[in-house]
């Protein structure tokens, strides 16, 4: 069953501080792995998007990883700002078939406290 | 550039009765997909269209939902009747046929069942 699971369901850090959010998969077969960050009442915007050969990919403060022999990822924020409160999403797309929907994760809250 | 529009925003409306959801895609995207989020789960995938044919209904839960994409443009989403369960956020998302992995969301539709 293709699935992404998400670790930690929510965090708390300071402004300013590091954070790292973990996402598993069981997606197969893999096409590429997304981050997307999804604020209050909004819909999920694209952060960072990786397939099958790239380790890492970074947008500004945010840096993706991406281990497809274990199948993990990681995001990396870098000096939290307070509007990067927001929920933090792991979404994985099989290959191949006709259509091309997305497998998303629970995701992770970030909430960032002055 | 408009992003993806979705109309209403948030919609309460009483078990039995009927709700329809309406997605304007960005212009010139001819796939546009509808997504679902019920509280605590993560967004799921409902059906997938290509213009205006249905490339993926995999995802309709059952038979009182009733997508629609006449013409190719705005696609509409329709719950009759509705029940308790279709409580939730419903995602609309669209993206170019050269590049259908680049999804873009719209803000969502909160539909509330009591």
């Known amino acids: 069953k293709n699935q992404v699971e998400q670790s930690p369901q929510s965090l708390i850090i300071l402004e300013g501080k590091n954070c790292t959010l973990q996402c598993n998969y069981t997606v197969s077969p893999f096409s590429n792995l997304r981050w997307y960050k999804q604020d209050t009442g909004r819909g999920p915007v694209s952060l960072t998007i990786m397939t099958f050969s790239e380790n890492t990919k970074s947008n500004g403060r945010y840096t993706a990883t991406l281990d497809a022999d274990t199948k993990q990822s990681s995001l990396h924020i870098t000096a939290s700002q307070l509007s990067d409160s927001a929920s933090y999403i792991c979404?994985?797309?099989?290959?191949?078939?006709?259509?091309?929907?997305?497998?998303f994760g629970t995701g992770t809250l970030l909430a960032v406290q002055p | 550039e408009a992003g993806v529009t979705q109309f209403p925003s948030h919609s309460v409306i009483e078990k039995g009765q009927t709700v329809t959801l309406r997605c304007d895609p960005i212009s010139g995207h001819d796939n546009l997909y509808w997504y679902r989020r019920v509280m605590g789960k993560e967004i799921k995938f409902l059906l997938h269209?290509?213009?205006?044919?249905?490339?993926?209904e995999s995802g309709m839960p059952n038979n009182r939902f009733l997508a629609e994409r006449t013409g190719g443009t705005y696609s509409t989403l329709k719950v009759q009747p509705a029940e308790l369960e279709d409580s939730g956020v419903y995602f609309c998302?669209?993206?170019?046929?050269?590049?259908?992995?680049?999804?873009?969301f719209g803000p969502g539709t909160r539909l509330t069942v009591t």
């Open positions: 979404v994985v797309s099989a290959w191949g078939g006709a259509t091309n929907k997305l497998i």
């Open positions: 998302a669209s993206s170019q046929a050269r590049n259908p992995y680049e999804q873009y």
């Open positions: 269209f290509v213009k205006e044919s249905k490339q993926d």
